[in-house]
């Protein structure tokens, strides 16, 4: 997005230093902020913007984070919900790093199987869940132990509720 | 890849070859079973079998065919026997397993368990079941009964009947039979049973054609009627399995009016009212074989496995 145009559809001010999710699937934002664990009372500078236009998505949304910056884990996790995501770190209002989110191959640990007598559900069991990415586009997950399949609204569903 | 030292969890793990060198292993066991000069295979070895789910044939075969073979067994028959119902965690139960044995079989009602054993144990483990998912040594004997048989697998048509969701019987059939050429494979169930999507999908993308088949069309058309139980223990609701309870039973009746002449019905046992006794004492019968079957087929299975040739 070039400097002139941005100036003209600008909602929120720079941040200076920070991390800045663009390109998030409309109406996403707020799953994307409660996956960073982020509810407002921690005083961080936060600026949400939604629904707003995209050359490439039609619409987007965005979240403007200052001083935050997002733990490996929780990419993956947005990575899962809004896989047009791109991570730009900011030092000193510019951006110093610019990284799409990427579905790795294997999720391991990160969500539920929705499985009840799936092996990784056994109280006090010491293994984590583990999901094999078996589709992108839509996103299906396999549960590597019992077999169990999920899909985009279910991963939605369960990364919303953290 | 060969079969020493394998885990058996998923019988999609097996080629049609090592499948088809199982079947030739099992039936020079029945050979010597038969002869009564069983050669003791597995002397020195400790099998534990290791039931947290209960089990008849698949544990008795399994003890009978290690006996036969000279091996020793260890194990239990019930969660309530062991440590687990003091909270000891599976896994540490696998471990401790596994340094007492030179391999393991397992039954448990959690999916997914065989497969965390196998990751745990450095021992082979043998999957006899886990929840709704595998049963991989019931379908390598549902086979194995079908080519003593017919003499083959291939260019048959099959009937799977009943309890196509939860049934693992069902599952691990579906995926055997998916590496052979079957003729015809049809579903028959009632609605609340069908196969689950994912599975009929994975099973397509495995080149597995599948029709949905009234009972009639099915029975008229089947070389093997595999007939499943409605698995009570694995309904959610038991509301729902009221349901659904009694609403197909094959008669000796029915397969008199409508099967072909030297089909033959096949049942992992055990059976409720699905299937009458008076199908026993006809030419259909063909479970009773299956379920004798169950020793050799599993001996070939803890000789190859267990590098006693």
């Known amino acids: ?29 707020l799953t994307v902020l409660r996956i960073l664990g982020i509810r407002g009372d921690e005083g961080l500078r936060v600026a949400v913007v939604m629904n707003v236009e995209s050359t490439r998505m039609g619409r987007k949304d965005i979240v403007k984070l200052e001083n935050f910056y997002p733990r490996f884990e929780d990419i993956t996790k947005i990575a899962l919900i809004a896989p047009t995501a791109t991570v730009n770190r900011v030092k000193d209002y510019a951006v110093v790093e610019k990284r799409p989110v990427e579905v790795p191959p294997v999720i391991e640990g990160l969500l539920t199987c929705p499985n009840p007598t799936c092996i990784t559900r056994r109280p006090s069991e ?37 | ?21 199982l079947f030739e292993v099992a039936d020079l066991m029945d050979k010597e079973l038969a002869q009564g000069s069983v050669r003791k295979r597995l002397e020195g070895k400790v099998i534990a079998l290791a039931f947290f789910e209960p089990s008849t044939r698949t544990r008795m075969s399994f003890e009978s065919a290690a006996k036969r073979l000279g091996a ?13 119902s003091k909270g000891e965690s599976f896994v540490d139960t696998i471990r401790m397993l596994d340094s007492y044995s030179d391999l393991i079989v397992l039954r448990h009602r959690y999916e997914g368990a065989a497969l965390l054993a196998a990751e745990v144990a450095s021992v082979p483990v043998i999957n006899g079941g886990d929840g709704r998912q595998h049963h991989p040594t019931q379908a390598m004997l549902d086979l194995y009964t079908v080519r003593r048989i017919f003499g083959t697998i291939d260019g048959l048509s099959y009937l799977v009947l009943g309890d196509l969701k939860y049934a693992r019987t069902v599952a691990s059939l579906l995926r055997a039979l998916a ?24 099973l397509e993308e495995a080149g ?17 009627i595999y ?13 729902e399995y009221e349901k659904v309870r009694g609403s197909y039973r094959i008669t000796r009746r029915l397969l008199e009016s409508l099967a072909k002449k030297g089909a033959k ?32 087929l599993r001996m070939a299975l803890l000789s190859l496995v267990l590098g006693g040739d």
């Open chain 1, 1 to 29: 997005m070039g400097a002139a145009k941005e100036g003209r559809m600008l909602l929120v001010t720079k941040i200076k230093d920070g991390t800045v999710i663009d390109h998030i699937p409309a109406g996403r934002a």
């Open chain 2, 208 to 224: 597995l054609k599948l029709e949905e088949v009234p009972l009639e069309e099915g029975l008229r058309r089947a070389d093997v």
């Open chain 2, 265 to 296: 019905v096949l049942h992992p046992l055990p059976r409720v009212d699905e299937l009458a006794p008076d199908v026993d004492s006809t030419d259909f019968q063909a479970y009773f074989i299956q379920a004798r079957l169950g020793v050799p």
């Open chain 2, 227 to 239: 007939v499943t139980r409605i698995q009570k223990e694995r309904f959610p609701d038991p509301q």
């Open chain 2, 1 to 21: 890849m060969g079969w020493r030292g394998r885990d058996v969890v998923d019988v999609r793990d097996f080629s049609r070859e090592e499948l088809e060198e």
């Open chain 2, 179 to 202: 590496k052979f050429r079957p003729e015809a494979v049809m579903l028959s169930s009632p609605p609340e049973l069908r196969l689950r999507d994912e599975l009929k999908r994975e």
């Open chain 1, 126 to 162: 010491p293994v984590k869940s583990r999901f094999i990415v078996v589709g992108r586009s839509p996103l299906r997950l396999r549960c590597y132990y019992c077999g169990s399949e999920i899909d985009e609204a279910t991963v939605l569903k369960e990364l919303a509720s953290v």
């Open chain 2, 72 to 84: 020793e067994t260890i194990g239990f028959t019930s969660e309530e026997a062991i440590s687990v």
